[in-house]
């Protein structure tokens, strides 16, 4: 009956561990990344882009327009020459005054001086750029993911150590009640302990709660939901490669300056000629010859040259502001790396201050166990009282608290190191 019993437990621990699963850092990072609804915003830029190269590429398709015209005109040109003294009768007709036109006209670019070059490699730099905004966005995921992922790691630790500390007051509750039924202690002794075994009760109970939440929220990052028996895996340490920035934002700053440079290219196809041909048909009065007044068809062709030389004016100016945007965004990348090379050196020490305190953690933990045995000791020779006893078992239980705290704010460090560091 004994064997069944305990193939019976073994089998439901085994159970147990196998149904728990186990939820790690980088995939809690893939898979917030990956539902994070600004993904999205990925695919829009995309077909943003297509949609612009597609209407540039159709710049050098042949154009095709239909116009109209009707006018009166109050004088119309005339032949001041008088043939009446010829001695045959000679008439030149003269245009009327109500003319009409109906006509087709079609043209067809051959070099634009590169204009359309130019704004396609505007299209795609905005592009980038965009994408790089998108990308620094999506990155402070990553930071909040941490903030509850250690978070609820740092909760588990608690949750251990009120486990602990539970057992190591039950036993003393075992020893006190022992001594009351041999009339070595009072009811009120027992009263305290029951009174910690509650608040430990509480605290567990808060604990439990808070976790609940947090995966909860940490579901709603990665789209799935976190059940209560899901075990995190502590991440390893890994190593830190001080003085190296890998940010998102600095490939922003990249792509911005190569969009300032790319703009800068196209102030200059701006001040090229162009040259097309074209051709147009029509349906008028007069026609091509203008002193032939009836209704005819007509048609011409050829290639026509267009220079504009207003844009010579502003041209300077332009560069000029390019010149300064680039400017700003060499400052702004400045600023940005004074500011996370403070963050990194703030966080380096954090990392050194916690390091050491975790080397003196075991050996506090271990005076006030020594401490607290000597006081369960002298409780039991009846030269302590059981509040004293109750309050060395909390300070181990404190320094025990203390020790996990560390470690997980250790960790939590070095990865927030690595976060700001973009490694």
């Known amino acids: 009956m004994k064997k069944y019993i305990l193939t019976l437990t073994l089998l439901a621990l085994f159970a147990t561990i196998y149904s728990q699963k186990i939820l ?78 109906a006509t087709i006209d079609a043209s067809q670019l051959i070099w634009d001086g590169g204009t359309v070059k130019a704004q396609k490699g505007i299209t795609k730099a905005n592009a980038e750029v965009s994408n790089k905004k998108t990308e620094v966005q999506l990155y ?63 605290k567990r109970t808060e604990q439990i709660s ?30 830190l490669l001080y003085g190296q920035i890998n940010r998102p934002e600095l490939s922003l700053y990249a792509s911005q300056r190569m969009l300032y440079d790319i703009q800068n290219n196209s102030v200059k ?18 026609g091509i010859n203008m002193l032939e007044d009836r209704f005819k068809f007509f048609a011409i062709g050829g290639i026509k040259l267009s220079w504009n030389f207003g844009n010579l004016y ?4 332009e560069r000029m502001l390019i010149e300064n945007n680039i400017s700003e965004v060499n400052i702004q990348q400045d600023v940005f790396l004074f500011n996370t090379n403070l963050q990194l050196t703030r966080e380096q020490e954090e990392i050194r201050k916690l390091k050491k ?35 060395n078992i909390n300070t181990e239980n404190q320094a025990r608290q203390t020790k996990a705290l560390h470690e997980i704010q250790y960790l939590m460090s070095i990865y927030n190191y690595k976060h700001i560091q973009g490694n």
């Open 24 to 101: 790690t850092l980088d995939e809690c990072w893939g898979k917030a990344l990956k539902n994070y609804p600004l993904i999205r915003q990925y695919d829009l830029i995309s077909l943003s882009k297509q949609y612009s190269l597609s209407n540039l590429s159709k710049s050098y398709l042949p154009q095709f327009a239909l116009n109209g015209q009707v006018t009166y005109q109050s004088d119309v040109t005339k032949i001041p020459v008088d043939f009446s003294s010829l001695p045959v009768p000679v008439d030149i007709p003269s245009m009327s005054k109500d003319q009409y036109k």
């Open 140 to 202: 402070a995921v990553k930071e909040k993911v941490n903030e509850l992922f250690f978070g609820i790691l740092m909760i588990d630790e608690q949750l251990k150590i009120l486990d602990l500390s539970e057992s190591d007051m039950r036993t003393n509750r075992d020893i006190v009640d022992s001594m009351l039924k041999n009339g070595m202690a009072m009811q009120s002794d027992l009263d305290q302990i029951d009174v910690e075994l509650l608040n430990i009760d509480q």
């Open 210 to 239: 808070l976790r609940e939440a947090y995966l909860k929220m940490l579901g709603l990052f990665i789209h799935q939901e976190v059940e209560v028996n899901t075990h995190l895996q502590k991440p390893e340490e890994g190593a």
């Open 269 to 286: 196809a701006k001040n090229m000629p162009r040259i097309s041909l074209f051709a147009q048909g029509g349906y008028g009065r007069p």
């Open 314 to 317: 502003t041209r300077k100016n």
């Open 357 to 391: 305190l975790m080397d003196k953690d075991d050996q506090i933990i271990r005076l006030r166990n020594r401490v607290k045995t000597a006081s369960e000791s002298k409780y039991k020779n009846g030269i302590y009282q059981i509040n004293d006893l109750i309050r």
